[in-house]
């Protein structure tokens, strides 16, 4: 008797650590296609892929730059940052009360200032990289902005991954594996050898760079304003780049020989830039920056497949490969949803991309139905002990 009540605990709590353990993967064998592939989910795949398209933009406008002798990566940042500063600075400039320019100035001048300092530098260091390393170590050391924004929405912006995030991570990269090896078997190792080992440090140096930008831009567009952001952005943006840029390239500019080629060029690639940065908070706020950064891996296939056409690049099947692997893994990273607690408690953002809680709409926005909340929560506390489906709301309980 007593060996049977042993058993029967020891398979109670054998089953409620299975059921527990099932839960940290939120149920996957109840899932079926249509919970998978949500609009929610389709929608960001998408415009995930609009982000791509418009960094392909900018490379096939840099490249055909480049064939015409025009190497100005400062004086393309400062277009771009003073486009931001005209449309997003301008409209903070006829707000007024707390989200006036002159507030945000006076309370949070010396951060946004170090912010559009570590995007700027971003943009040029990598830029920098290609006149003393190769693309494969680029594009191999250009994803180390993923472990970074990961490490750094951790500690900072408190956000919770599960083991299928870490996996789909994995995904995406073997994805870029089978890029760089489609350049090699193509001969596409393109670009200098003069000091591989300082190229290879400025693309790390680039890519924390980014994974801090892109960490203040996920904390200021869901806590704060995507309009704040691009205008304090463009203004300090446009003078960091603008001084920047007389300091480096005014010898450079002096050499241009300007045609209207050369100015669709600039304003083509300007255009681009505009779109990303206007585009990107919108699809950071949907997702995370993690995300974000995840489906921008697309973007040199996009370029190598414009280049097939317009540069006569040699094709490969591994291309293909490369772009259904990293899509495969951007759709699982983003299946399963990632905890980001809000600035002011329960509000909206503090479940990211949890489709199955009740969403009440009021005056400001939208919130979860918190008394809902409470109901599934106690529930999920009783199916890790039984055999009833653990919702969304058991593994958010178990991501702190």
Not at 66 to 81: C, D, H, I, K
Not at 123 to 130: D, E, G, R
Not at 133 to 160: A, E, N
Not at 249 to 277: H, P, S, T, V
Request: some cysteine; charged content about 10%; proline content about 2%.
């Amino acid at each position: 008797m007593a060996g049977e009540t042993g058993g029967a605990a020891h398979y109670h709590e054998w089953y409620g650590a299975a059921s527990c353990w099932d839960s940290f993967f939120c149920e996957q064998q109840n899932l079926k296609l249509k919970n998978i592939f949500t609009w929610h989910l389709l929608k960001t795949v998408a415009l995930g892929q609009v982000l791509s398209m418009l960094i392909c933009g900018t490379a096939v406008t840099s490249q055909y730059l480049a064939e015409a002798q025009v190497e100005t990566p400062m004086l393309q940042s400062f277009l771009n940052y003073t486009l931001l500063l005209l449309t997003y600075t301008l409209a903070l400039a006829f707000r007024k009360g707390d989200g006036s320019i002159f507030q945000i100035l006076k309370s949070k001048w010396w951060k946004y200032l170090l912010m559009a300092l570590t995007d700027v530098e971003a943009n040029y260091t990598v830029v920098k990289a290609y006149q003393f390393t190769t693309l494969t170590s680029i594009q191999l050391l250009d994803c180390f902005v993923i472990p970074v924004l990961m490490v750094l929405s951790w500690f900072f912006l408190k956000t919770r991954y599960k083991l299928l995030h870490f996996v789909a991570v994995v995904v995406c990269l073997l994805g870029v594996g089978a890029m760089v090896g489609a350049d090699l078997l193509a001969g596409r190792d393109q670009g200098s050898h003069i000091n591989v080992l300082l190229g290879d440090g400025l693309v790390l140096i680039s890519a924390a760079l980014y994974a801090v930008s892109n960490v203040c831009q996920e904390y200021t567009v869901k806590n704060l304003s995507r309009v704040e952001f691009l205008g304090m952005i463009g203004l300090f943006g446009t003078l960091i780049s603008g001084v920047q840029m007389a300091v480096l390239e005014i010898r450079a500019i002096a050499n241009i020989n300007l045609d209207w080629k050369i100015c669709l060029l600039f304003i083509a690639y300007m255009l681009c830039m505009y779109g990303l940065y206007s585009f990107m908070p919108v699809v950071v706020k949907m997702t995370s920056a993690t995300a974000v950064n995840l489906s921008l891996l697309t973007a040199d296939l996009f370029s190598l497949f414009c280049g097939i056409f317009l540069f006569h690049y040699s094709f490969s099947g591994l291309y293909v490969v490369s772009f259904v692997v990293i899509t495969f893994g951007f759709v699982m990273f983003n299946v399963v949803p990632t905890y980001t607690p809000a600035l002011h408690g329960p509000s909206e953002g503090t479940y990211q991309s949890v489709d199955s809680a009740e969403v009440s709409q009021g005056e400001g926005g939208t919130a979860l139905d918190w008394q809902h909340a409470e109901e599934q929560e106690k529930c999920a506390q009783v199916s890790c002990v039984s055999r009833e489906p653990c919702t969304a709301f058991c593994m958010l309980k178990y991501m702190e």
